[in-house]
């Protein structure tokens, strides 16, 4: 009884992580993805962070396993902990940081008091998210101007 016992013990490491890759691997969806036929674009991201704008780059919570952007044609769609929609109307304002490998889009927003960032390692997806969102009608920053004009 106490084998048994201590092999269960022994095994739930084992579930949780498998209940984890269950449940935050990135799966074939039709949500937002699917309306990539309709001149929306997806940012490739390595990591999404969310704050509460009296933070700062703080970041409150974070996603790696499936984090999400896409520029929809009149709405952005975003994940960090679970899948969010804004018009493009709502965005205050865009900022972008540039490290050596990677950029950051930084989105803040009217209606609430959260701050999107998402780290792609792709400078030409950046770049291409920053023109589309300033296509929009959303205020980038002269950061983020400069990501957005920067030669290929």
Do not use: E, W
Not at 29 to 35: F, V
Not at 56 to 61: E, V
């Amino acid at each position: 009884m106490q084998a048994l016992f201590f092999i269960l013990i022994a095994l739930l490491p084992v579930l949780a992580i498998v209940a984890a890759l269950v449940l935050f691997l990135p799966r074939r969806t039709r949500g937002a993805d699917a309306d990539a036929g309709n001149a929306s674009l997806s940012v490739p991201l390595s990591v999404a962070f969310g704050s509460l704008r009296a933070t700062g780059p703080f970041a409150g919570t974070h996603n790696n396993f499936n984090p999400l952007l896409v520029l929809g044609t009149d709405a952005i769609t975003y994940r960090v902990i679970r899948k969010m929609t804004a018009p493009y109307a709502s965005v205050a304002s865009v900022d972008a940081s540039a490290g050596p490998r990677s950029a950051d889009i930084i989105l803040s927003f009217r209606d609430r008091p959260t701050i999107f960032t998402g780290r792609t390692r792709d400078r030409v997806a950046a770049a291409a998210a920053l023109k589309l969102l300033s296509d929009k009608g959303c205020a980038l920053t002269p950061a983020a101007q400069a990501i957005a004009d920067a030669p290929v």
